[in-house]
């Protein structure tokens, strides 16, 4: 329940990503405003975590996952009925704040897990959690090319509220860690942050990884929708398949980090990330067809990369002080949507000017620097 809860409920920050070619045209709205909107999104998202997330140390999470559910379920209606794009621009927002009911479903399966398995457990969710995200691509597609953008958003507003309801009848209550008032929880994170090295390195390393893989999938649908392959909103989406093989490996990473250390699964992962990310500077010389291949391959291999190092840095941060896991894991997922909001951001404004070599030499570059920080110490 668990994993389809976390899934279900951070899919909605991705479901407009391979839409936006149709939605632009339909709200009439230019290339570089719809870019904004997964921004938004994945801002609103790292603001609800680094402002709310906090939350699940002081109060129950059961009852935190419950009026998430509820703003999320509205915002996302709001979405559908949309008339324009700066209604959608706020809807976005309002998605993005919400949608971090994710982030307290993670560190309640932690706090239920035992200790010599959380690595495991914590693997199990995030499968459902990056499923979440990376098929929320391959049926937004198909659902915008066949019935439209709009049903895609009131589909996921009727998910949201099934999880809602199960999670009123099945979830327990969860005890508060600590008794600090809201704002000695924020001030708080400050204090783990100049603390603890390792949450620090953590953060940033997930941040960096997080700039390309936000940059790729951000423009990915606007690229596949231009010259030469003239593509819709289901191709695009279709490509959230391959990365979907990423989700598979987050109960072995899991695993690999109970018995040899999440920092190794860290290295690894963002390895896999740089050397994905670098070969698609090949497209460039290669025929429409085998760019969709190479585009594939790398899909594939750099989101292996990052949920492999994801689940590594989580292991790392949830074993740093057990009181204060929502708040690790809060300047965690901050700085890793901070990274996204960034790459979205930047690829927008580099593949209007520049062109899609431009949105793969940052997510390579950003990669690399990961990778160098991971070796450093």
Same mark, same amino acid.
């Given at each position: 329940?668990?994993?389809a809860?976390?899934?279900?409920?951070?899919?909605s920050?991705?479901?407009s990503?391979?839409? &936006?070619?149709?939605?632009?045209?339909?709200v009439?709205?230019?290339?570089q405003?719809v $870019?904004?909107?997964?921004?938004?999104?994945q801002? *609103?998202y790292?603001?609800?975590?680094?402002?709310?997330a906090?939350?699940?140390?002081?109060r129950?999470?059961?009852?935190?996952? &419950?009026?998430k559910?509820?703003?999320l379920c509205?915002?996302?209606f709001m979405a559908?009925?949309?008339?324009?794009?700066?209604t959608?621009f706020? @809807?976005?927002?309002?998605i993005g704040?919400?949608?971090?009911?994710?982030q307290d479903?993670?560190?309640a399966a932690?706090?239920?897990?035992p #200790?010599?398995?959380?690595?495991? +457990?914590v693997?199990?969710?995030?499968t459902g959690l990056? %499923? *979440?995200i990376?098929?929320s691509?391959?049926?937004?597609?198909?659902?915008?090319e066949?019935w439209?953008?709009?049903?895609?958003?009131?589909?996921?507003?009727?998910?949201? !509220?099934?999880v809602?309801?199960?999670?009123?009848?099945r979830?327990?209550?969860?005890?508060?860690?600590?008794h600090?008032?809201?704002?000695? &929880? &924020?001030?708080?994170?400050?204090?783990?942050?100049?603390?603890h090295a #390792?949450?620090?390195?953590a953060?940033?390393?997930?941040?960096?990884?997080?700039v390309?893989f936000?940059a790729?999938?951000?423009?990915?649908?606007?690229?596949?929708?231009? @010259?030469?392959?003239?593509?819709g909103?289901?191709a695009?989406?279709a %490509?959230g398949? !391959? $990365?979907a093989?990423?989700?598979?490996?987050?109960?072995?990473a899991g695993?690999?980090?109970?018995?040899?250390?999440?920092?190794?699964?860290?290295?690894?992962?963002?390895?896999l990330?740089v050397?994905s %990310?670098?070969?698609?500077?090949?497209?460039?010389? =290669?025929?429409?067809?085998?760019?969709?291949?190479?585009?594939?391959?790398s899909?594939?291999?750099?989101?292996?990369?990052?949920?492999?190092?994801?689940?590594?840095?989580q292991?790392? +941060?949830?074993?740093?002080?057990?009181? @204060?896991?929502?708040?690790?894991?809060?300047?965690?997922?901050t700085?890793m949507?901070? *990274? =996204?909001?960034i790459?979205?951001a930047?690829? @927008?404004?580099l593949?209007?000017? %520049? *062109?899609?070599?431009a949105?793969?030499?940052?997510?390579? !570059?950003?990669?690399?620097?990961?990778l +160098?920080?991971?070796?450093?110490r």
């Amino acid at each position: 329940m668990l994993a389809a809860g976390a899934g279900l409920s951070v899919a909605s920050l991705y479901y407009s990503q391979p839409m &936006l070619g149709v939605l632009g045209a339909d709200v009439g709205a230019s290339t570089q405003s719809v $870019g904004l909107l997964p921004t938004l999104t994945q801002f *609103g998202y790292a603001m609800g975590i680094l402002l709310l997330a906090p939350l699940g140390d002081r109060r129950d999470r059961r009852t935190i996952i &419950l009026i998430k559910a509820a703003v999320l379920c509205a915002a996302l209606f709001m979405a559908a009925l949309s008339p324009s794009i700066s209604t959608l621009f706020v @809807a976005s927002l309002v998605i993005g704040l919400a949608a971090t009911m994710a982030q307290d479903i993670v560190p309640a399966a932690a706090t239920l897990a035992p #200790e010599t398995h959380r690595g495991k +457990v914590v693997g199990t969710v995030m499968t459902g959690l990056l %499923f *979440g995200i990376l098929l929320s691509r391959v049926v937004s597609g198909f659902v915008a090319e066949h019935w439209g953008w709009r049903s895609m958003f009131a589909s996921a507003g009727v998910s949201i !509220a099934v999880v809602g309801l199960v999670a009123w009848y099945r979830l327990p209550r969860f005890k508060a860690t600590t008794h600090l008032s809201y704002f000695a &929880l &924020l001030r708080s994170l400050g204090a783990l942050w100049n603390r603890h090295a #390792e949450l620090r390195r953590a953060t940033w390393s997930q941040g960096l990884l997080s700039v390309g893989f936000s940059a790729f999938w951000s423009t990915l649908a606007v690229m596949l929708h231009a @010259a030469p392959f003239n593509l819709g909103a289901a191709a695009a989406g279709a %490509f959230g398949l !391959a $990365g979907a093989a990423g989700a598979l490996i987050a109960p072995v990473a899991g695993r690999i980090a109970d018995r040899h250390g999440p920092a190794l699964v860290a290295r690894l992962g963002a390895g896999l990330v740089v050397g994905s %990310f670098a070969i698609m500077g090949l497209s460039a010389f =290669m025929a429409p067809g085998a760019q969709l291949w190479l585009l594939v391959a790398s899909a594939v291999g750099f989101d292996l990369g990052i949920q492999a190092a994801l689940i590594a840095h989580q292991s790392i +941060v949830y074993g740093i002080d057990p009181g @204060a896991r929502s708040r690790l894991n809060a300047v965690l997922f901050t700085g890793m949507f901070i *990274g =996204m909001a960034i790459g979205s951001a930047l690829a @927008a404004v580099l593949f209007a000017h %520049f *062109g899609w070599m431009a949105v793969t030499a940052l997510a390579t !570059a950003s990669a690399l620097a990961a990778l +160098v920080l991971r070796m450093t110490r």
